[in-house]
Structure formats: C-alpha cells, structure tokens
C-alpha cells in the first residue's frame, strides 16, 4: 500500500464526496491521519465511516500503528453497535461526524480515546506527521449482520496477502471502479482497497441509486464495478438503461446472494460477455468464480455461482454427491470470531473446515450450485417435503410479468407454509401459481400465499431483507 502511494503520484486514487484525492495527497491524508489518532499496537479501535477516502486511510492508518480495526456496520443498530465495541473491547473510538448516531455511539460506548475522522481538505492543510514502522501483520474485523444478541465479529489477516495477489499494481490499465458497497462491509471494503493497490481510480458512492450509477458509467467510463442481484435488477430495469452508453464497462460482479438465471441471462445480453459472479461469505469471502466464457454451450450453468477458485477448497459436508451444507477453508479463511472462542468452535469442523451455512450441490464438472440456506429450508406438507426457497425464487422470475421475489416460510399455528412476495406488473395471485404449478407439476413447491410489493425491502449491503419481509407477512 504505501508503494502504491509512492508510485501513484499525482495521479487520482479517489472521487466521490464533492472531490477528488491523489495518491500523493492520499499519502499525506494518512500519515497526518496516523499522526493524530495516537494509537498504541494491540489496541483495538473501532472505525465508523461512511464511503468516503478517509474511512479507507483511517483503516490504513489504524493498521500501520499495529493495531487492530474494527469497521462497524454502515447499517447497524445503536444497540447493535455498543454491543460490537463492547464484544471487541475497544480502546479508541474514531468516528465520522457525518454518520448517523456517531456522537450518541461514542457517548455510550465510552471508550477511553474519540477521535475525529476530519476531512482531507483540513488535514491537507494541517501540521504533522509520525514515522511509519510496519506492523507484522494487520488485522481488521467485520461484524457479522446479526439482529439477536452479541453480533458475531470477524477477524481477518490472510486475506490482505490475497488481496495484494489478486490486485498487482496496473496504473496504466486505465481501470475505473465503482464502490457503492458500504466501506465497512468485505465487498465494499475489499473492492477500494484492491482498487487503490491496482492504481485505479475509485469512484466512492456513498448509497446505491440507478440512475445515478447509470450516469456514471457513461460519463466516468466506468470499467469495473460490483453489485448484489436486486441492485443489479435495478440497473437492467431502469428506463434509462437503452439510452446508456455501456461500451467503457470491463467487468460486471454479481455477488452476495445468487443470481437468478433469467436475470444473469438478461445481464450478458444487456453487458455482453464481462458479467461474471462470485460466491463467497465474510468468514471466508473467496470461495468460487465463474466468468461468461463458462456459460458458453453450457445454459445450465446460469444456476451455477461457478467453480472453486484458486487458494480455495470446498466440499459437501459427509463428502457425498447429493444436496448438503457447503464446507470451505483456504487462504481467505477468517482467523474466527474475535474474543469469541466458544462460536469460532462451533463454525468449524474438527478436521478445520468452515460451515457455511449454504446448501449445495457440486455437478460433475465441479460446478457449484446453491439452493439454500441451511435455516431458510421449507420443511412443509404431511410428508414433511424440503422446498428450497432459491428454487421457487429463480421459477418465479421465469414469469415475464415479475421483476422480483423472496419466498419464505410462513408458521399458520399447525403447519410451515411456503409464502412469496413480488414485485410485478399486470398479473394476478392465481396466474402465477398456475405458472409454478405447470413449472415444477408439483404443488408443494407453489406457495400458499403470493403478495404482491412496489418493491422488496433490502438490507445495508443490498441484499433482500428476508427477516423484514416475514415480520411483515405475520
């Protein structure tokens, strides 16, 4: 990283929040950062920011005294996030004063040092600046996405040396990236950071709209950017798409949650063969890739989130065939919870293979396919038949007429019923379960109930917010 900032000069590393930051003023912007912070090796510091350039070099600075860095959730609870800062016990607090609830959060949590994040503008302009001497390793936490309780918190070291792999510095690539994932979630975080190590410059948005990333891809030139499949239906349902000059586009990520193959066909088409997804979790968040030239002769691979990808291993707990919970370990895998040996244990085999909690199935070709998470299985009817709520998702995207949907199971007081919500236009509740009864000729599988939404609720890093959805339906 700091080589990347020697090399990188005058050119720009960011823009987003009303400006622009080279990687020499970058440098600056850190080393005052680190100055100012004061903190000690083995301390823990929590870091709340938005998605601009000084959350990254805050993080970086953070690193750079020997310290660990917790990035609290960009979407988190006031509860949830004393219990984060508590669960790591944090010494030092370094909060965005533009964030919501950050001076209630640095109240409450009383840690023994605040500090602020500041500007680049005003630390540009300041005195001051401490020596770097480079930590052994540097270790950042993401905590999980939990609503109960003490939120899970996760540790990583390994995966910056992936990280440093995977991104080799390319200033002349010209690459153009777009993060409008939240900094302090792995997709946000891990895309500036790689995108900063490659030379390229990163655009920062700090909240996800169509329009506007649309805009951007046409007037930034845009070459790279990654989205979770409702934003990526978003883009290929706005009606400004067709006027949208998408030529510059290089590389399209689809990650988070799979993709429905109706929507990853519509992207290759939309995109042309740069559409590509990703599997993986933020305990382990490289596990499988697959790229446009693999769905070639090959449509059924549309389901697939692809092969498992270089560092990486994976398999079906009990080692067979058929459908079970996917397990992995490899060079991304978490360090464990931090501070919590008890749930660390729990998330690993005896022999060190991490439970993903997914359900899948590998073809014979070494494809993987997920229907499911472990907890999201419908175990419904007399006979006590498994529905996996990602099957009757992508069946119900078939339908010409929906644009999105989330199926769930719904307790009526004796029995688990398969329920759906979508978003669609010009048909009704009974078409679309004749649809999905002619699609699957079995009527397990065709929900009970279909509501009907303007729009699916979605979680801080874009994912369709299922735990919303339920309490809605009861």
Do not use: C
């Amino acid at each position: 990283m700091l080589e990347t900032i020697e090399s990188g000069g005058d050119r720009i590393a960011f823009r987003g929040h009303g400006g622009e930051l080279s990687y020499a003023d970058a440098g600056k912007v850190l080393r005052r950062l680190h100055a100012s912070f004061g903190v000690e090796p083995g301390e823990v510091v929590a870091l709340v920011g938005g998605n601009r350039p000084e959350t990254l070099l805050a993080q970086f600075a953070i690193q750079l005294s020997g310290a660990s860095v917790l990035l609290v959730g960009a979407s988190s609870s006031t509860p949830d996030r004393l219990a984060m800062v508590e669960g790591a016990g944090v010494s030092t607090l370094v909060v965005d004063p533009e964030r919501e609830n950050a001076a209630e959060l640095a109240a409450s949590a009383g840690p023994a040092r605040v500090r602020q994040l500041g500007y680049a503008a005003d630390l540009l302009a300041a005195q001051g600046e401490s020596p770097f001497e480079l930590p052994d390793s540097v270790r950042v936490i993401f905590p999980s996405g939990g609503t109960t309780g003490v939120p899970k918190l996760i540790a990583h070291t390994g995966m910056y040396d992936g990280i440093a792999h995977i991104f080799p510095w390319e200033p002349h690539a010209g690459n153009r990236i777009l993060v409008v994932a939240p900094l302090s979630h792995m997709t946000g975080n891990a895309g500036a950071l790689g995108g900063f190590l490659r030379g390229d410059l990163v655009v920062l948005y700090e909240k996800f709209d169509a329009g506007a990333v649309l805009h951007a891809i046409e007037t930034e030139g845009l070459t790279h950017l990654s989205l979770t499949p409702p934003r990526l239906s978003a883009l290929l349902d706005h009606p400004g798409l067709a006027s949208t000059d998408l030529s510059s586009v290089r590389s399209l990520s689809l990650g988070a949650s799979p993709l429905p193959p109706a929507r990853l066909s519509q992207a290759l088409e939309v995109f042309g063969p740069v559409v590509g997804q990703g599997y993986g979790l933020t305990e382990n968040p490289v596990v499988a890739t697959i790229a446009a030239a693999d769905f070639d002769g090959h449509p059924h691979r549309l389901a697939s989130v692809g092969r498992i990808a270089p560092g990486s291993e994976a398999k079906i707990a009990g080692g067979g065939t058929e459908i079970g919970e996917v397990l992995v370990r490899g060079l991304a895998t978490m360090d464990g919870y931090f501070g919590q040996p008890e749930l660390t244990a729990a998330a690993f085999t005896e022999d060190g293979w991490l439970r993903t909690g997914d359900l899948g199935r590998f073809d014979e070709d070494g494809y993987l396919y997920l229907l499911d998470r472990t907890d999201d299985v419908i175990v419904t009817g007399e006979h006590g038949t498994k529905v996996y709520s990602t099957v009757v998702e992508h069946a119900l995207l078939e339908h010409p007429r929906v644009e999105e949907a989330a199926v769930f199971g719904v307790d009526d007081g004796e029995h688990r019923l398969v329920h759906a919500v979508v978003v669609a236009r010009e048909v009704t509740e009974a078409e679309l379960r004749a649809f999905l009864l002619t699609h699957f000729g079995a009527g397990h599988f065709v929900p009970k109930r279909i509501a009907f939404a303007d729009r699916l609720p979605l979680t801080g890093i874009g994912k369709v917010d299922k735990k919303k959805l339920l309490a809605m339906s009861k």
